[in-house]
């Protein structure tokens, strides 16, 4: 089975330098590059089965965003914010040597792609946004906040699976051995078992969102939604808490005027391991661009 190379590049922050790791797959001389980038709380092995689906076509690269994964952690916490990770993008594209890429980003990833090809120049030619728009409904930021940043502890794998299956039933069905393989790289050892793989601290920043920054941030994000003029995939679970019908609807009539394609018995988010989502982002991808 194929499995991907695992590569670092130095990124700047306020501190000083930390490390963002990639997973790669494909040739690396391959000029078509797909950047995949996942949600807040997950790392970049979330895409090993779109990626093997795809490496044949792109040099697919997966990063694990800063303060999660292999990556380091930011020695100050106030880093973990999308602007600051739309900056470390910029970094990892120069290091990738790419004039173009695609993106597909989950939740947190798809707002980070909105903000990369959302910039006058920006290299992104294709963007999927998987549950992700600029209204995000304030219940899932309450339900993933219920978690998120709460140290914990397990004794095995299977023990590891079942608490995250507990928090993830959202991402719909997955047989045991594939939600398995998503499971083992969120976790790193800890003596004789088992902890999440990420900075506690980066849950900082969801825990000191007011009313008030929400809306101002809505508001942004909108404006960088109506700047992107790529060709735009919006993927929505049918029974999102995340991104409502609603706003994915107002999404296909401004901006990029985004394609919406919907998973039935899916939540917040398709993690683009089931045949039937697979097909719809390589159908996408794999399209002619139009002159």
């Known amino acids: 089975m194929t499995e991907p190379r ?42 090993d089965t779109l990626a093997r689906a795809l490496c044949a076509d792109y040099r697919v690269v997966c990063p694990d965003v800063v303060g999660r994964g292999q990556s380091d952690f930011l020695a100050d916490p106030a880093g973990y914010q999308i602007p600051a990770y739309v900056a470390d993008m910029v970094t990892l594209l120069a290091r990738l040597d790419a004039a173009t890429v695609d993106w597909v980003g989950t939740s947190m990833g798809g707002l980070i792609g909105l903000g990369l090809a959302s910039l006058p120049g920006s290299p992104v030619r294709r963007l999927v946004l998987n549950d992700v728009g600029p209204t995000i409904r304030p219940e899932a930021i309450a339900r993933i906040g219920s978690y998120l940043g709460v140290a914990q502890h397990w004794a095995t794998l299977d023990e590891a699976a079942d608490f995250l299956w507990s928090i993830s039933a959202s ?15 969120m976790l790193k050892p800890e003596g004789a078992g088992f902890k999440l793989h990420y900075d506690m601290n ?53 901006g990029p005027k985004a394609r919406l394609v919907e998973f039935a018995d899916v939540g917040h988010a398709p993690t683009l391991v089931a045949a039937d989502q697979v097909a719809v982002v390589a159908g996408f991808l794999r399209e002619p661009m139009r002159p």
């Open 6 to 47: 695992l590569n670092h590049v130095q990124c700047l922050d306020t501190r000083g330098l930390h490390r963002m790791a990639y997973w790669e797959w494909g040739d690396a001389s391959n000029p078509r590059v797909l950047v995949c980038v996942h949600g807040l709380s997950r790392q970049g092995r979330d895409f």
């Open 171 to 185: 991402f719909g069905p997955h047989t045991r051995e594939q939600w398995l393989a998503l499971t083992r790289p």
């Open 202 to 254: 980066i849950a900082l920043a969801l825990r000191a969102l007011t009313p008030e920054l929400a809306v101002l941030g809505e508001a942004m994000l909108w404006r960088s939604f109506d700047a992107v003029s790529c060709p735009t995939l919006l993927l929505r679970g049918a029974d999102s808490d995340l991104l409502s019908h609603e706003t994915a609807l107002l999404m296909t009539g401004r």
